[in-house]
């Protein structure tokens, strides 16, 4: 028997959802490398009030369109991480909620505590996910 947890793609990110909202309806915003994930061939699900947007085109003008009552991203990746995303959403005047995904931190704490410092108007948290995770579609 396997121990790699598999969920479909799009339950995988509604039932994140779930834990990262308590409405029934939010506006989720994720910021990563959609590009090179559609060039890799991962498929990008249509869930409603779901936008995928590549961390280069997050501005004021894509915060202002979505409006989102969260911000879902990896904590780090090869273009961006979740400081610099911080940042830009203090930036923007965003202050909602911001969740970053993350597998594995020696020192979640310091991490969070430093990422908080930076835009404390920002409801920020670090999601665990499990170790593997692997998603199918």
Known sequence: MSSVH???RKKF???LRGHVHQEDRVVTLVVGEVRRWASEGRDIPYVDDLTFVDFEHLNQTTIAKVRPDVVLSPLLSDAFDAFQIVRFLASFGYVGR????????????MIRSEI???APNID??????P????LVS
């Open 116 to 118: 908080r410092k930076a």
């Open 13 to 15: 990110l509604e039932n």
């Open 124 to 129: 920020f948290e670090i999601v665990m996910i």
């Open 131 to 134: 170790t593997p995770l692997r």
């Open 6 to 8: 598999q969920l479909p």
């Open 98 to 109: 911001y969740r970053a995904l993350a597998q594995y931190l020696p020192d979640m704490a």
